[in-house]
């Protein structure tokens, strides 16, 4: 089956792409708050590609669930692009999967401590042969900015999958 543009969402291309492969996901997220994962489950079939969702909104979760280090957090802070790259280390580090997707950012209304602007998100894409962070400022209220980042990272999976 060719996957035309349109024809399916992010999640169903997305789950199709990974089937194709006999592969699997893990995602950790942060200021997604689990959407993601949510997002790739909705899909019929999903139990043969997802593998795990973790929801690691604490720097304390992120270092103890996903390997993140603590200097990472205290040099980077957590809404950085070595954060989301580490996030997505620790899930390809287990050996479980193929493919890794993490987030991390301020989905406002505030910001934090880092003065970072709302908006400021990054997402991390692993393989077992590489990890990769990309950069958004995001615009919008809160919802707005979760939405897309949810968005950006299925769409960034499967570019990975693609080798776009």
């Known amino acids: 089956m060719i996957i035309e543009k349109g024809e399916l969402s992010p999640e169903e291309t997305l789950v199709e792409l990974l089937k194709r492969e006999n592969a699997k996901i893990s995602v950790a997220e942060s200021f997604t708050g689990g959407n993601v ?15 795990e969702g973790i929801v690691a909104y604490d720097s304390d979760a992120k270092e103890k669930r996903l390997n993140v280090s603590r200097s990472a957090i205290e040099n980077d802070k957590p809404v950085s692009a070595r954060v989301a790259e580490e996030m997505a280390k620790g899930l390809i580090g287990t050996g ?4 890794a997707v993490s987030t991390t950012g301020i989905a406002g209304p505030n910001s934090d401590d880092s003065d970072f602007p709302v908006g400021l998100c ?4 692993a393989t077992k042969n590489s990890v990769k962070a ?10 707005e900015v979760i939405r897309k980042g949810t968005e950006e990272a299925l769409l960034l999976a499967i570019k990975t999958i693609k080798k776009l």
Do not use: L, Q, T
């Open 37 to 51: 994962s949510a997002r790739i489950v909705s899909v019929s079939g999903a139990s043969k590609v997802f593998y």
């Open 96 to 99: 479980m999967v193929d493919y």
């Open 122 to 125: 990054y997402i991390g894409v």
């Open 134 to 143: 990309y950069k958004y400022n995001f615009s919008g209220n809160r919802e």
